[in-house]
């Protein structure tokens, strides 16, 4: 049996538990959440709707609190979490109004830094993000992919070393989703962040990743941690091979689990 040995953390988790409060009753959302991302890894979180996933990226980048628990950046506890992480939701939330080249630079603007220096690094990341030529061009010129592709490059020019992308993929059609997958695995490779990723997608937590952690319904615990021991770079021929189908069955299996039955 191959042993994995698990990397320095980028970001640990350790105990999480999160309650709300509805009709003066306690609510738990996430019952003891652990998990590891380590420094240039790729990470994704897998399960069912409404266990608690997005929950748990809101406390991370500091939106909410945790009711108890711990997380670390590099091994050092952090309460206070707002701007240390870049964090892109399920929508692309571009700004209508405002041009691309605009939109991409928020993370800067609002951070106070050199507008001019900030347009000029965008300017120069288009045509990686598959934007060139679209820098003065509204959100509503933009397919959808194109508009993930840029609600992307505003999260990386954050500068942040984690990166929290909640499903950027899931309202897309199966051939653009594909084809930014394997884009998105070579913007990876070239700004090696740490990326936590969040996906209903079996076969794409497989293909993007080093590690996926399966979540239980609500009240959402891990109940499989499957390292990804393919080769990188990887192509979308590998999703044909017997050994990305054993990795996709296992997690198959451990979604399909009743959570009650341990």
């Not at 996933?53 to 991370?60: N, V």
């Not at 701007?83 to 605009?102: A, E, I, N, S, T």
């Not at 951070?111 to 061009?137: C, I, K, Q, T, Y």
Request: glycine residues 8%; aromatic residues 8%.
């Amino acid at each position: 049996m191959t042993t994995f040995v698990r990397s320095p953390c980028k970001i640990d988790i350790h105990d999480l538990h999160k309650d709300y409060l509805v009709n003066r009753q306690p609510v738990e959302v996430l019952s003891g959440i652990n998990l590891c991302a380590g420094p240039e890894s790729f990470v994704t979180l897998i399960g069912p709707s409404g266990c608690g996933k997005s929950t748990l990226f809101g406390i991370i980048c500091g939106l909410q609190q945790p009711s108890r628990g711990e997380i670390r950046f590099d091994g050092v506890p952090v309460t206070q979490r707002l701007g240390l992480v870049g964090y892109m939701p399920q929508h692309d939330l571009l700004l209508p109004w405002r041009r691309v080249l605009d939109n991409v630079i928020l993370g800067p603007e609002i951070h106070g830094e050199d507008l001019a220096a900030a347009r000029e690094e965008a300017r120069g990341l288009l045509p990686l993000f598959g934007l060139e030529g679209f820098g003065h061009s509204y959100p509503t010129a933009l397919s959808g992919g194109m508009r993930q592709r840029a609600a992307l490059l505003r999260t990386f020019l954050c500068r942040k070393q984690l990166l929290l992308l909640d499903e950027p993929f899931g309202a897309l059609d199966a051939i653009t989703r594909n084809t930014l997958q394997e884009w998105l695995l070579e913007v990876w490779q070239q700004f090696r962040y740490t990326i936590l990723f969040i996906t209903h997608d079996v076969e794409e937590a497989v293909f993007l990743s080093d590690t996926v952690y399966v979540l239980s319904p609500r009240p959402a615990r891990v109940d499989l941690e499957l390292p990804i021991p393919l080769p990188r770079p990887r192509h979308r021929e590998m999703t044909f091979t017997p050994e990305f189908a054993a990795l996709k069955q296992q997690l198959l299996q451990a979604l399909a689990e009743n959570p009650d039955s341990r």
